[in-house]
């Protein structure tokens, strides 16, 4: 068996392209290609792209590939050519309409047989409705207007008219409304957009309508032909305020059938420009269907926003011969549902509870402050790469943007984004972020992160080559061009600044002069700008730790980049899979490094946080608090779990435990000294009243097992409800799990389930478990660990032993509530 190591290299994870592409490079070949999620612990054949895709696998995962067989050899070298140099560009075009659903559709909807249509996600949840088309407005007529000596005037009035109406929405909106707000804004401020309708005027003699529409076209047309996926999506605001422009100079012509919304709509259109989403009434809209509009469009980061679920890549010709008819629009598993039954209907109810269920945990989670038990304060941010992550970060509890990558602007693209678009992304997270800080961190581009119109020559040791600050000098155009796109945008938000790579004071004195190089020509442009702003460094290379103090004149604070300092601290590249397991953050040397820079940095009054995966991880969670750190940044999604580890853990107990671990001599005394860390330890009872439910209203078997595998998930018992259920079906498949007396006990053993389980349901009324034992009333269902073969055994046989007593199932069924069921298991069984 050979193992290439690697960590993901795509923006937007492993989605269904890329995913399809990674799958006909490794089918080309005869030995099994294994691939590993090593954050999720999760594994899958890379010759299907579903199982790739349900990998959850997303940017910067460490990631592997086993290759076994009679060509493994070949395998590995022409898969590690792929990895390298060509998987990235795999992620440069978007979904092409999709016919693979975005998760595996979970038995218990499959056994239903729904009518389904498949498309691809563009915003999660689920909604069910009406399916109703929307008519878009014709321009056409407006070409015929014939030219008026009034145009000029009336041209610039319905600038000053659309702008002052764009204002007042700003004043009366918040969120990521007025982000687009203010982008449709900026839009109709700039010369080029009014300028040019003059010139169509003057040139072509074009009436005013004819240069409107004109003009949309031309721009249209320009932002189509682009290779940024962000400037073709702008299409949609260009026909946004040019439609706007059209109706305020036009208002007689404003077409009068304007969509109104009365009761539960799933909205099917080509695309939906962000004023006509705006002017839907929200309570009515279930979901959207979208034919042609992109990941990153305004339209789109409203839905998200608003918590409406979008699928794309559903051809209108397909879904209109269905206008008019009932169906649920499933953005978890990518399906539309057509004219559901009462069983499919009841299937989505059931996950619409749950989901209302999680969401209300998570909410309640991720808005307590993280405080540990005594008090010690310190700040739970998220890592983000694009503008559209961020009202998620901040859904999940994020205190703030600990880092924007903002690089992800810079890339899949053929030339560099201008200040403006810049401007508009940054502007975007900030408006998100209210009053919470938002840290960009200037562009890490070079090295191994290759920008194809920067030129930049290959290099044998990128991660210690010509990259982020080291490469500034030479493109100081494209860096000044940065710090003024964030320093406009500092003016609507808490933005500071933070500099990568930096391994010498002479280079940060090089970036304050260029900042202030900056400050002075924005002053001179007359455009509105931050007059100053909190600049931080990058600690990730080792030279950096021996003078702190002397940075601590400079900058006002520390991230610590820890994937990039471990393997430089180490001299060991982590994408090398024969040195990559020594590539370990928990050593006694990088804990006692970690300390320095803490200690020195406090001392003279600086914080110091940590960006890289090492803050996300729940079992480190006690040594990095224990070491004084002030911040924490992680991806999104882990926020509510560490908050929720903080609250139960004892500042003073995590800093002995910090001191003892950097005592110790070796990573295996470090992982023993955690293991005895009793805090650190999250064990669940095996019966709990949380999985208990007394006359639950399921309607049949399929209901059953995916309420009580949901309910595992909403009560962080799995992160894999769907993965777990299908292990349950797995088993009833083999033999029925019925016994007889109105019980059923489905079990499994399985890698899916985090603390092992008895959930029970005692129903209002029996259902069909289709076995020969008869309709069932009593579920009890066992999912315990992989591992745990011999309690397995043990619980099903004391269970099914008890089951045959009548005195203990009349009890059962006699109990008033889930409390008495719980007291009754637990005097009469042992575990």
């Known amino acids: 068996m050979l193992t290439i190591q690697f ?35 999760a594994r899958a054949d890379a010759k299907s792209s579903l199982a790739l895709i349900g990998t959850g696998t997303l940017f910067n995962d460490s990631c592997s590939l086993t290759i076994t067989g009679r060509d493994e050899e070949q395998a590995r070298r022409a898969l590690e050519e792929y ?89 009366e909106r918040d969120g990521e409304s007025k982000t687009i707000l203010s982008a449709h804004l900026s839009l109709i401020q700039d010369d080029e957009f009014a300028g040019n309708i003059r010139r169509l005027m003057l040139e072509q003699h074009l009436g005013l309508g004819a240069a409107i529409v004109a003009n949309m076209e031309q721009v249209c047309d320009k932002l189509s032909a682009s290779g940024s996926d962000y400037l073709r999506e702008r299409v949609s605001d260009i026909r946004d305020i040019s439609e706007q422009l059209l109706h305020i100079t036009w208002p007689e012509r404003r077409p009068r059938n304007a969509l109104v919304l009365t009761k539960p709509t799933i909205l099917v259109a080509e695309d939906l420009t962000p004023s006509q989403f705006l002017s839907l009434d929200l309570q009515h809209l279930s979901g959207m269907i979208l034919e042609k509009t992109g990941r990153t469009s305004h339209t789109l980061i409203l839905a998200r926003a608003s918590a409406i679920p979008v699928l794309s890549g559903l051809p209108l010709a397909a879904i209109n011969r269905y206008s008019g008819q009932h169906a649920v629009l499933d953005a978890r598993c990518g399906v539309l549902a057509i004219n559901p039954d009462d069983a499919v209907r009841g299937y989505y109810a059931i996950a619409q509870k749950l989901a209302d269920e999680c969401q209300r945990r998570q909410a309640l989670d991720a808005a307590q402050p993280a405080l540990t038990k005594d008090n010690q304060r310190i700040d ?108 406009r945008a500092a003016t609507f938000g808490n933005a500071q600044l933070m500099i990568p790579m930096v391994h010498s004071l002479d280079q940060i004195l090089w970036v304050k002069s260029e900042l202030q190089k900056a400050l002075v020509a924005l002053k001179a442009d007359g455009l509105r700008h931050a007059p100053t702003i909190s600049l931080g460094i990058m600690v990730e290379v080792p030279s950096v730790c021996y003078i702190i103090d002397h940075f ?35 050593t006694p040397s990088f804990l006692r490094m970690l300390q320095q820079i803490v200690r020195v940095a406090h001392e003279r009054g600086k914080w110091v946080g940590i960006c890289g995966e090492l803050g996300g991880e729940g079992r480190y969670l006690p040594l990095l608090l224990g070491l004084g750190l002030d911040e924490l940044s992680m991806s999104s999604p882990r926020i509510p779990a560490v908050k929720s580890q903080l609250r139960q853990l004892n500042g003073q107990a995590c800093r002995e435990l910090a001191m003892q671990a950097c005592e110790c001599r070796s990573a295996q005394e470090i992982e023993e000294l955690l293991n005895q860390f009793a805090p650190q330890k999250d064990v669940r009872p095996l019966l709990a009243l949380e999985n208990i439910f007394v006359g639950e209203s399921l ?90 073969g011999i309690n397995h055994v043990k619980v099903f046989s004391q269970l099914a032993r008890k089951l045959v007593n009548k005195q203990f199932r009349q009890s059962l069924f006699a109990a008033e509530n889930a409390e008495s069921i719980l007291a009754l298991l637990e005097a009469e069984l042992t575990f």
């Open 380 to 487: 739970v941010a998220a890592n983000i790469g694009t503008a559209l992550e961020a009202p998620g970060a901040f859904a999940n509890g994020a205190e703030g943007i600990g880092l924007f990558r903002t690089e992800m602007l810079f890339m899949d693209r053929d030339s560099a984004p201008d200040e403006q678009e810049q401007f508009e992304a940054y502007q975007q997270v900030l408006l998100a972020a209210g009053d919470k800080p938002v840290i960009f961190r200037t562009m890490d581009i070079g090295g191994d992160k290759n920008i194809r119109y920067l030129n930049i020559p290959q290099e044998e040791n990128p991660f210690l080559g010509y990259r982020a600050v080291r490469i500034y000098p030479e493109f100081a155009g494209l860096f000044r061009t940065q710090l003024r796109a964030i320093l």
């Open 83 to 171: 990895l390298q140099h060509r998987f990235i560009d795999s992620d440069s075009v978007q979904p092409t309409p999709a016919e693979l659903a975005a998760h595996p559709l979970p038995r218990s909807l499959i056994r239903l047989n729904p009518d389904l249509l498949y498309g691809s996600v563009l915003a999660g949840g689920v909604g069910a409705g009406t399916l109703t088309l929307w008519q878009s407005d014709n321009l056409e007529s407006y070409r015929a207007i014939a030219a008026s000596a009034e145009d000029n005037t009336r041209l610039e009035h319905s600038l000053a008219t659309l702008a002052e109406q764009l204002n007042q929405q700003l004043r």
């Open 7 to 41: 960590l993901c290299p795509l923006p937007n994870g492993l989605h269904a392209r890329p995913a399809w592409e990674l799958k006909e490079q490794c089918s080309q070949w005869q030995s099994e290609v294994i691939f590993i999620n090593h954050r999720q612990n």
């Open 699 to 788: 309607s049949n078997k399929e209901q059953v097992i995916q309420f009580l595998c949901g309910n595992l998930g909403v009560n962080g018992r799995t992160e894999h409800p769907f993965e777990l259920e299908e292990d349950v079906w797995q088993r009833e498949e083999i033999v029925t799990t019925a016994v007889g007396f109105g019980v059923a006990i489905p079990h499994t053993k399985s890698q899916w389930i985090r603390h092992s389980s008895i959930s029970i349901a005692r129903l209002l009324q029996p259902v069909d478990w289709q076995s020969e034992m008869g309709d069932v009333e009593l579920v009890i269902m066992l999912t315990l660990g992989a591992d745990e």
């Open 552 to 586: 601590c004149d400079e900058v006002d604070f520390f991230s610590i980049g820890s994937n990039d300092m471990t393997q430089y601290l180490y001299a060991v590249d982590r994408n090398n899979p024969r040195v990559s397991p020594l590539y370990n953050p928990i």
